[in-house]
């Protein structure tokens, strides 16, 4: 019989990183014989844990969107099941589920709550002012009912205490890792460019992200004409949805671009897709600490992408990656340019990163890590600063 029971609240939010990031976590607890469930409510998140053989939970009203009844209701719904349940660990995602999730299990008596960062949702700069004081005031509190946050770099880690969220000693930082045995048994499957949409031959620049503001894209449609002119072979594959995705189209469609870029929307077999491109682009404005560039990195893919906090953490100052400053086109399409016309190099970067994630970015360095914040906080002993900061 399992010896405790930790439930993973993620709630609304779409296919991103942080699903394979919460797979990994259950994982490392069915090793330690600790039963693992997930709060997820988004159907192809819901899909992708089934088919993983992990249970889901569902509790109404815990959801993406605000909303102050449905949020009120819901958060009595998830009162009573951890109640029911008994976990002894609740580890909050996200930034809604988060806050839901760490007030519920703080009035249902839960022994040890844990909040994951992967970046603060007042970053968001296309908030209003109000919103972003909101959501800030909102994380302030929302520590009050947890036992630790694990901020994903060091970044949000700093930016968690200098702006009043947390105590030094209540945060630390883990840093978000990806599972290379799976990855390195994963191949590119015959086909897989066909099932994209794409033409057998031909370069393929690719970018992987939710279609939002925070991704910069605007930015790298507009380096593209520039890039393609050169190579005119080239094929550009955008994988993700999102609130953009129209407006998107409507601008590679008035930049000409219309025949060369491909929209293949979401795809649950994204490392399959990493193996696709040639060259993997992330024009994000912000970031945490982003599992997709894990993974390019582990699959080996040239990368351009961008000088901001959180990539910086992963990629140095341009050891395993072209970087450019975001919101820049024109620098965008130089770094694009470059490895595209330098394959030596490209290759280089790609062998560099690939090495950077074995010797940094390990899953099993990052599961010793958690595990060993929830045995701590389980005896009701407190983490030092060896084990945390």
Same mark, same amino acid.
Request: aromatic share 6%.
């Given at each position: 019989?399992?010896?405790?029971?930790?439930?993973?609240?993620?709630?609304?939010?779409?296919?991103?990183?942080?699903?394979?990031?919460?797979?990994?976590?259950?994982?490392?607890?069915?090793?330690?014989?600790?039963?693992?469930?997930?709060?997820?409510?988004?159907?192809?998140?819901?899909?992708?844990?089934?088919?993983?053989?992990?249970?889901?939970?569902?509790?109404?009203?815990?959801?993406?969107?605000?909303?102050? *009844?449905?949020?009120?209701?819901?958060?009595? @719904? #998830?009162? +009573? =099941? %951890?109640?029911?349940?008994?976990?002894?660990?609740?580890? $909050?995602? *996200?930034?809604?589920?988060?806050?839901?999730? @760490? #007030?519920? +299990? =703080? %009035?249902?008596?839960?022994?040890?709550?844990?909040?994951? $960062?992967?970046?603060?949702?007042?970053?968001?700069?296309?908030?209003?002012?109000?919103?972003?004081?909101?959501?800030?005031?909102?994380?302030?509190?929302?520590?009050?009912?947890?036992?630790?946050?694990?901020?994903?770099?060091?970044?949000?880690?700093?930016?968690?205490?200098?702006?009043?969220?947390?105590?030094?000693?209540?945060?630390?930082?883990?840093?978000?890792?990806?599972?290379?045995?799976?990855?390195?048994?994963?191949?590119?499957?015959?086909?897989?460019?066909?099932?994209?949409?794409?033409?057998?031959?031909?370069?393929?620049?690719?970018?992987?992200?939710?279609?939002?503001?925070?991704?910069?894209?605007?930015?790298?449609?507009?380096?593209?004409?520039?890039?393609?002119?050169?190579?005119?072979?080239?094929?550009?594959?955008?994988?993700?949805?999102?609130?953009?995705?129209?407006?998107?189209?409507?601008?590679?469609?008035?930049?000409?671009?219309?025949?060369?870029?491909?929209?293949?929307?979401?795809?649950?077999?994204?490392?399959?897709?990493?193996?696709?491109?040639?060259?993997?682009?992330?024009?994000?404005?912000?970031?945490?600490?982003?599992?997709?560039?894990?993974?390019?990195?582990?699959?080996?893919?040239?990368?351009?992408?961008?000088?901001?906090?959180?990539?910086?953490?992963?990629?140095?100052?341009?050891?395993?990656?072209?970087?450019?400053?975001?919101?820049?086109?024109?620098?965008?399409?130089?770094?694009?340019?470059?490895?595209?016309?330098?394959?030596?190099?490209?290759?280089?970067?790609?062998?560099?990163?690939?090495?950077?994630?074995?010797?940094?970015?390990?899953?099993?360095?990052?599961?010793?890590?958690?595990?060993?914040?929830?045995?701590?906080?389980?005896?009701?002993?407190?983490?030092?600063?060896?084990?945390?900061?």
């Amino acid at each position: 019989m399992p010896e405790a029971k930790v439930l993973h609240v993620i709630g609304g939010s779409q296919f991103g990183g942080i699903v394979p990031y919460v797979a990994s976590l259950v994982k490392m607890a069915r090793e330690q014989n600790m039963e693992a469930e997930v709060l997820a409510t988004a159907p192809r998140v819901v899909d992708y844990y089934r088919q993983r053989g992990i249970k889901v939970v569902s509790v109404l009203g815990i959801d993406r969107e605000i909303s102050p *009844t449905g949020d009120l209701s819901g958060l009595f @719904r #998830l009162i +009573a =099941h %951890l109640r029911r349940h008994h976990y002894r660990v609740v580890h $909050t995602h *996200t930034s809604k589920g988060g806050i839901i999730g @760490r #007030l519920a +299990a =703080h %009035l249902a008596g839960v022994p040890v709550i844990i909040h994951t $960062t992967q970046g603060y949702a007042f970053q968001d700069y296309a908030q209003t002012r109000f919103m972003r004081w909101l959501l800030l005031t909102a994380e302030r509190i929302a520590t009050g009912w947890c036992h630790l946050i694990i901020a994903a770099n060091k970044f949000d880690r700093d930016l968690a205490i200098e702006t009043g969220i947390v105590r030094p000693e209540k945060i630390v930082t883990i840093k978000n890792c990806i599972d290379l045995d799976t990855i390195d048994r994963t191949p590119a499957p015959e086909g897989i460019r066909a099932s994209l949409g794409l033409g057998r031959q031909g370069k393929v620049i690719g970018v992987m992200a939710r279609l939002s503001p925070q991704k910069g894209l605007e930015y790298f449609f507009d380096a593209l004409p520039s890039v393609l002119a050169e190579f005119p072979s080239v094929q550009v594959l955008v994988v993700g949805e999102g609130e953009l995705l129209q407006a998107l189209k409507a601008r590679v469609e008035g930049l000409g671009l219309s025949g060369q870029v491909v929209f293949a929307g979401f795809r649950s077999d994204w490392i399959e897709v990493l193996r696709a491109i040639d060259l993997f682009v992330m024009p994000s404005l912000w970031e945490g600490l982003p599992i997709t560039l894990l993974g390019a990195m582990a699959t080996s893919r040239p990368i351009v992408t961008t000088r901001i906090k959180g990539i910086t953490d992963v990629c140095g100052d341009g050891e395993v990656a072209l970087l450019v400053e975001p919101a820049n086109s024109a620098a965008l399409s130089d770094a694009m340019a470059r490895l595209l016309r330098d394959e030596a190099a490209a290759a280089r970067y790609g062998a560099g990163a690939r090495r950077r994630v074995e010797e940094e970015y390990s899953e099993t360095v990052m599961n010793a890590r958690i595990w060993n914040c929830y045995q701590t906080l389980l005896a009701g002993k407190p983490l030092t600063a060896a084990e945390g900061a």
